[in-house]
């Protein structure tokens, strides 16, 4: 089983860049994905989140109304799209799949690798 997550790189702030997870070895169609990110020198935190179905999805503060978490099931696949980047977005992104409890909580079951966003101001 492996997520995989792609597509972070260097942007400048209030730049934008789409980042990808493509989960392979099983389905998770079932199962709630998760995105979250650590910067340097901080604890790693929730992101956003997308039920199985994708009815519901879920948002830190931080980032409501600037990113957006979506998916494709036949894909899959879990996308998320973010805009008006700021330089306090600068953190390793890491996606998740198949949580044990809540949604933002940390105890996936599955983790990717994580990709690096950086966002100059």
């Known amino acids: 089983v492996q997520l995989q997550a792609s597509g972070g790189g260097l942007v400048q702030a209030g730049g934008s860049l789409r980042l990808s997870c493509a989960a392979s070895g099983r389905t998770f169609s079932s199962v709630a994905m998760g995105w979250f990110r650590q910067a340097p020198g901080k604890e790693r935190e929730f992101v956003a989140a997308v039920t199985w179905s994708a009815s519901s999805t879920y948002y830190a503060n931080s980032v409501k109304g600037r990113f957006t978490i979506s998916r494709d099931n036949p894909k899959n696949t879990v996308y998320l799209q973010m805009n008006s980047l700021k330089p306090e977005d600068t953190a390793v992104y890491y996606c998740?799949?198949?949580?044990?409890?809540?949604?933002?909580?940390?105890?996936?079951?599955?983790w990717g690798q994580g990709t690096l966003v950086t966002v100059s101001s």
């Open positions: 998740a799949a198949d949580p044990r409890r809540t949604l933002r909580d940390l105890e996936y079951d599955y």
